[in-house]
């Protein structure tokens, strides 16, 4: 059971997480999740143990964030491959299981394209498989290395924009830290290297309705690091910038368009908006894996629509069915309609800098973001 009382004194490392793992039973290759529809009240695991089972889990929400997105596609091909299954259809199913993030079908291709080069150099189905598990934990772990290099490029970036600041007072939005990723996570990691290195004042962690990444997921993670934090409801932000607390927004992508429009987490956008109006600096922090140079711009960007109960109901259980069944009080009318997308996007005039693992780029242009992303092997 997580503690939510037992907060990790400054200084001492909490144990790191065990967010998604394959694991190799009598029973037969799966893939092993942290079941995150139920933090922060249980650390349970969730064991995937075919292609379909792993689509749900990333339906419901079970697995989630970008980066993390793209692994959990990776290892659901090799998954596929480990079965004797049929690969590309493997990658296809994982790539369409959500729309939004670039990193899921990145991930899903990348490992069947590296499956059928090993088919196609002669190697028995067994052994491309084998190559195929190789390919999905090279990706995890570059993602780890990855979240580590944002983190430094983004603490290098807060010392810049905000010279001579006794301590940083940063407000995020939705889950972005371990949570998200092979290490630490993408903006998330940014804070927990300013934490760490004593120049965060306060982190000011928006509660993300409907699904409540920020109050379930992201207070989880800042508690367990013994952060100085609180949660606000997303409405709250207003009044919090106009009393001059606010000295940057930080947050991550699902995926960034080739004119620097970026997708995150709905209520990403209004912040911005904030942002600009009181002259505070808007920063995305984000892989290379995020930037999709074939989405020409924002209005490209496909953005998940999810059910109305999750807006309409109080549910601890993300992407339950419809008429309550997932345990939710109802907090409208029976019948009641609603709007309910998963994210906005961002255009990029309102974004101040965008950090990768490659760099920064401020102001965030497609010419700056294509020059960046020619410099990783990865996109
Ligand atoms: O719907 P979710 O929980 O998958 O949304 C996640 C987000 O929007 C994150 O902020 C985004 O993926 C960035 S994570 C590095």
Redesign the pocket.
Known sequence: MADQDAQTPVGIEPPALSVLRWDEPPGGPAVVLLDQTRLPAEEAELVCADVPALVRAIRM?AV????LLGIAGGYGVALAAARGEDVDQAAELLGQARPT?VNLGYGARRVAREYRAAVGSGLVPEAAAVVALAEARALHQEDAAASGRMAQYGLELLAELLPGRGGYRLLTH???GAL?SGGE??AFAVVLRAHRGGSLRQLWVDETRPLL?GARLTAYEAGRHGMPFSLLTDNAAGSLFAAGEVDAVI????RIAADGSVA??VGSYPLAVLAKYHHVPFLVV?PTTTVDLETVDGTSIVVEQRSATEVTEFTSQPGAPAGGGGGGRAVAPPGTQAYNP??DITPSELVTAIVTEEGVISPVTGVGLAELCARSSQV
């Not at 989630?64 to 980066?67: D, E, L, M, T, V």
């Not at 947050?251 to 699902?254: E, Q, T, V």
């Open positions: 929400l989630r964030g970008a980066p993030a939705c889950n972005t998200v996570g993408t990444q947050i991550g992508a699902d995150n987490k984000a998963a994210f």
